[in-house]
T-cell receptor, first 114, second 116 residues
Framework: DSGVTQTPKHLITATGQRVTLRCSPR?????VYWYQQSLDQGLQFLIQ???????AKGNILERFSAQQFPDLHSELNLSSLELGDSALYFC?????????????FGPGTRLTVL | QKEVEQDPGPLSVPEGAIVSLNCTYS??????FMWYRQYSRKGPELLMY????GNKEDGRFTAQVDKSSKYISLFIRDSQPSDSATYLC????????????????FGKGTLLTVNP
């Protein structure tokens, strides 16, 4: 158990809908990262927050947004969902922002868009 | 050309075999190199990380980096059925001029099965 929790574990929804994925980092970790994992694209970095502020952006679509709250939990919002958004979404956390900080991954949320 | 290339396998070996997993990359800005292991239905977990060219050993695992060839490897000695998982290479590069932001780029992963 990495200490990172994600809810829900599974989510099934329809195209055009909006969903929110939630992540609680390890105790003491200030950085939160979101990743999308699909069979054809692999693990893709979406966005990073550090102590409530956006730190880095990766391949995140404009239909997706995220935020980190004062208690350091984070939410990833996915809107106008398309079939291609079906994937595993991972949250990871680390103590800081230096590149050699180990990122601890949560168990993931499996999103299915029908 | 993708920034990081990794053969997806699958790779199937008998117990006790030496396993070699490899990644190539094209971005010279990558500075830190990592190997993550991902069991089925779980999140990835860090196995090893290296900074410089050369070898780093940790138990049965050896990570090798050759920056001149843009090539990294992970060797697993005396492989065990419990090593069966997907292995992902990952590399980080600074993405801003101040050097305070970085991005982690993953390979697609190699699925390894170690047969008893």
């Amino acid at each position: 158990d990495s200490g990172v929790t994600q809810t829900p574990k599974h989510l099934i929804t329809a195209t055009g809908q909006r969903v929110t994925l939630r992540c609680s980092p390890r105790s003491g970790d200030l950085s939160v990262y979101w990743y999308q994992q699909s069979l054809d694209q692999g693990l893709q970095f979406l966005i990073q927050y550090y102590n409530g502020e956006e730190r880095a952006k990766g391949n995140i679509l404009e239909r997706f947004s995220a935020q980190q709250f004062p208690d350091l939990h984070s939410e990833l919002n996915l809107s106008s969902l398309e079939l291609g958004d079906s994937a595993l979404y991972f949250c990871a956390s680390s103590p800081g922002v230096v590149p050699y900080n180990e990122q601890f991954f949560g168990p993931g949320t499996r999103l299915t868009v029908l | 050309q993708k920034e990081v290339e990794q053969d997806p396998g699958p790779l199937s070996v008998p117990e006790g075999a030496i396993v070699s997993l490899n990644c190539t990359y094209s971005n010279s800005a990558f500075q830190y190199f990592m190997w993550y292991r991902q069991y089925s239905r779980k999140g990835p977990e860090l196995l090893m990380y290296t900074y410089s060219s050369g070898n780093k050993e940790d138990g049965r695992f050896t990570a090798q980096v050759d920056k001149s060839s843009k090539y990294i490897s992970l060797f697993i000695r005396d492989s065990q059925p419990s090593d069966s998982a997907t292995y992902l290479c990952a590399m980080s590069a600074v993405i801003n001029s101040g050097g305070s932001n970085y991005k982690l780029t993953f390979g697609k992963g190699t699925l390894l099965t170690v047969n008893p």
